[in-house]
T-cell receptor
Framework: AQKVTQAQTEISVVEKEDVTLDCVYE???????LFWYKQPPSGELVFLIR??????QNEISGRYSWNFQKSTSSFNFTITASQVVDSAVYFC??????????????FGKGTKLSVKP | SQTIHQWPATLVQPVGSPLSLECTVE??????LYWYRQAAGRGLQLLFY??????ISSEVPQNLSASRPQDRQFILSSKKLLLSDSGFYLC????????????????FGPGTRLTVL
């Protein structure tokens, strides 16, 4: 069965600290896709990144970086030099390639990140 | 560019009253459309998805229903609201791409916050 676990419910850091948000997933498929979304206080989910199961290269986008490791079924997200504007709930999600629900996203329960000045 | 609209932004309804939430997408054709619900303190749960006009699939049995009267319009309805229907309702769209459904990220609307009293 598909499952996404974000063990960290809440994280609080001081501005300029680095922070890593953990994501562990379960799937039986060999082809699948992983996503990260950001939900600021306004509520709208903002798409951050998509990775497919065949591409284990880490990715960096500005202060954001993602570490995908199939061996541990993890897709962790690191924010370097955090800023107050990074405060949000972050969701990790999984989608299987040929799932019956037309690409249904299975979400983790989210990690609430608070960055204090 | 594509945009997705939802209204109303907030809604307070008494138990037993009807519900109609609307979602429209601009700037794309033949999208997959989705309704999610986010209950307080919990992750997102897929309620309905649609791959075309009049084609609706339900993921969770409940007193809600969905309709897609036009290609880029998705409506969530209820004849009689329950207290448990309170939550944050998010509409999303994704590009429809052949047989593999899971590889496209979903883009979310601003959401509707529903309180049932």
């Amino acid at each position: 069965a598909q499952k996404v676990t974000q063990a960290q419910t809440e994280i609080s850091v001081v501005e300029k600290e680095d922070v890593t948000l953990d994501c562990v997933y379960e799937t039986r498929d060999t082809t699948y896709y992983l996503f990260w979304y950001k939900q600021p206080p306004s509520g709208e989910l903002v798409f951050l990144i998509r990775r497919n199961s065949f591409d284990e290269q880490n990715e960096i986008s500005g202060r954001y970086s993602w570490n995908f490791q199939k061996s541990t079924s993890s897709f962790n997200f690191t924010i370097t030099a955090s800023q107050v504007v990074d405060s949000a709930v972050y969701f990790c999600a999984l989608s299987e390639s040929y799932g019956g629900s037309q690409g249904n996203l299975i979400f983790g329960k989210g990690t609430k990140l608070s960055v204090k000045p | 560019s594509q945009t997705i609209h939802q209204w109303p932004a907030t809604l307070v309804q008494p138990v037993g009253s009807p519900l109609s939430l609307e979602c429209t997408v601009e700037g794309t054709s033949n999208p997959n459309l989705y309704w999610y619900r986010q209950a307080a303190g919990r992750g997102l749960q897929l309620l309905f998805y649609s791959i075309g006009i009049g084609q609706i699939s339900s993921e969770v049995p409940q007193n809600l229903s969905a309709s897609r009267p036009q290609d880029r319009q998705f409506i969530l309805s209820s004849k009689k609201l329950l207290l448990s229907d309170s939550g944050f309702y998010l509409c999303a769209w994704s590009v429809r791409s052949g047989a593999s459904w899971g590889n496209n990220e979903q883009f979310f609307g601003p959401g509707t916050r529903l309180t049932v009293l």
